[in-house]
């Protein structure tokens, strides 16, 4: 079956690094996502790995697959205030528009 | 930046009543999509919609729900009878066409309350 896994609550000093992580069980799924929810706000896509890579970096953004053991991370460098959002993995398990979504988790920057 | 728009934001309606969420989707995308999240769940998969038909739906969207491209901007789902358990956040979202690169951009959602 399809199932995404995600803690649900982070919290992380500004200027420290976050990782987010997420499991996920669908090893059909070529590509695997990272959106952020504001609050108030909707979806935002932040970045999306093929299943063929094993690292994806984009700014302050590293995300690292695992396809072995399904397990894929988001690595905030130097945390912002504007960051504390909830940060949902999303796997697209053979269909694009269909995407599996986690629970979130919920990142808390304190100065 | 072009962006989904769903009105309302929040609606509270009573059970057995019929609601329609409203969504206006970005003016060059051609896929379409609702998505929801009930309070402390995942966000599910609802039904996607192109070339003015359902190309997929999940299990939630059942014979209560409907989805409709009235005229050519506003996308709409329906529930016709509703139920406690349709208290959620319902997410509309588009796509220019279907793939990662060219991502799905989401509308701030339309928190809906059955009581």
């Known amino acids: 079956g399809e199932d995404v896994e995600q803690s649900l609550f982070l919290s992380v000093r500004e200027g420290d690094s976050s990782v987010i992580n997420c499991t996920y069980t669908?090893?059909?799924?070529?590509?695997l996502y990272w959106y952020k929810q504001e609050p108030g706000a909707g979806l935002q896509l932040l970045t999306y790995?093929?299943?063929?890579?094993d690292m994806k970096q984009d700014q302050r953004l590293t995300v690292l697959l695992n396809k072995k053991d399904k397990h894929l991370s988001l690595r905030i460098a130097d945390t912002q205030t504007g960051d504390s959002a909830i940060y949902f993995c999303a796997e697209a398990p053979g269909s694009w528009g269909k995407l599996q979504f986690g629970a979130g988790t919920q990142v808390v920057v304190t100065p | 930046e072009p962006e989904v728009t769903q009105t309302p934001s929040h609606q509270v309606t009573q059970m057995g009543q019929e609601v329609i969420l409203r969504c206006v989707p970005i003016s060059n995308h051609l896929y379409f999509y609702w998505y929801r999240q009930i309070l402390g769940q995942k966000v599910e998969f609802l039904v996607s919609?192109?070339?003015?038909?359902?190309?997929?739906k999940s299990e939630i969207f059942d014979d209560q729900f409907s989805v409709e491209r009235p005229d050519g901007s506003n996308f709409t789902l329906k529930i016709r009878s509703t139920k406690l358990e349709d208290s959620a956040m319902y997410f509309c979202?588009?796509?220019?066409?279907?793939?990662?690169?060219?991502?799905?951009?989401f509308g701030s959602g339309t928190r809906l309350t059955v009581v």
């Open positions: 790995i093929f299943s063929n890579m």
């Open positions: 919609f192109y070339n003015n038909e359902i190309s997929e």
């Open positions: 979202a588009s796509s220019e066409a279907t793939g990662p690169s060219y991502g799905y951009t």
């Open positions: 669908d090893s059909s799924s070529t590509y």
